[in-house]
């Protein structure tokens, strides 16, 4: 019975640790206002007619805080990179001078600092609904296991295993949330 409670408790924690690597994923994405290469994952360029990661094709780094510098690996790329930028839709205006593509980020304007933050805390609650799914179906499978004739007192201390955890995720949660509106909102 032990080591099924522990197995519960484990599956727990890796689908809450799963739901925080996903809110690192979608945060790294909202643009602060900083150049981030990262902010280029997801573009796929056509390579010889393969749909291939940009990062696979070109160098992609940053050459001050509001540039990124694309350096193709094969000249013969920088228009097909061009237009998978534009194709992505988000929102940069690529620029090539024949040998590399820079995209200079903008400054945010207070409006468009606001629509981040809100889209930040969104995916804060996202990732909290993952968290309290994870730990409902944690308590699910204690009750079932209740049934099946786990202790009342291990039932409850592996619930308050499980409400700990929840609450030491919560909190990362929130750090990392206030922390990405603190990098939106400066200026």
Known sequence: ???EVNLILEDAEEHMQSALVHLEKALVKVRAGKANPSMLEGVLVDYYGTPTPLNQVANVSTSDARTIVIQP?????INPIEKAIMAANLGFNPDNNGEVIRINIPML??????????QVKHEGEEAKI???NARRDAL????KMKNDGLSEDMEKRAEDKVQKMIDKY????DAMISEKEKDIMTI
């Open 73 to 77: 690996w094969e000249k013969t790329m």
């Open 170 to 173: 919560y909190s990362k949660v």
């Open 1 to 3: 019975m032990d080591e």
């Open 140 to 143: 699910e499978m204690l009750k």
């Open 130 to 132: 993952s968290l309290r």
């Open 109 to 118: 304007t207070e409006e468009r600092r606001s629509t981040l933050v809100k």
